[in-house]
Nanobody, 124 residues
Framework: QVQLVESGGGLVQPGGSLRLSCAASGFTFNNYAMMWYRQVPGKGRELVAGISSSGSRLNYADFVKGRFTISRDNVKNTVYLQMNSLKPEDTAVYYC?????????????????WGQGTHVTVSS
């Protein structure tokens, strides 16, 4: 029922940009904050950014602050992550999920299953 479909990843040079999309369905999208996570092999998922249900509040992990922008379109049921000034350490699989809050304090995702993620590789 719930589907989260990430897209937009790819290979980019350091300093480049990508825009990720997460198409959501199967739940009342505008009732939830939405979050972006990322994961590298051997490590757990880490929160990258969050946005409140209305889009009025944006929050970022320190390691992306000033470089990434989260946004959402509640008509299209889609959340975006604009990534600028990419660094090699941004290389990861990026996932989205619903959040109980827009803040990046420890919180479980709303949905227990994850989408396929989208791969971001930052390399020369």
């Amino acid at each position: 029922q719930v589907q989260l479909v990430e897209s937009g990843g790819g290979l980019v040079q350091p300093g480049g940009s990508l825009r990720l999309s997460c198409a959501a369905s199967g739940f009342t999208f505008n009732n939830y904050a939405m979050m972006w996570y990322r994961q590298v092999p051997g490590k757990g998922r880490e929160l990258v950014a969050g946005i409140s249900s209305s889009g009025s509040r944006l929050n970022y992990a320190d390691f992306v602050k000033g470089r990434f922008t989260i946004s959402r379109d509640n008509v299209k049921n889609t959340v975006y992550l604009q990534m600028n000034s990419l660094k090699p350490e941004d290389t990861a699989v990026y996932y989205c999920n619903a959040g109980w809050r827009d803040k990046l304090t420890s919180q479980p995702p709303v949905f227990g299953s994850w989408g396929q993620g989208t791969h971001v590789t930052v390399s020369s």
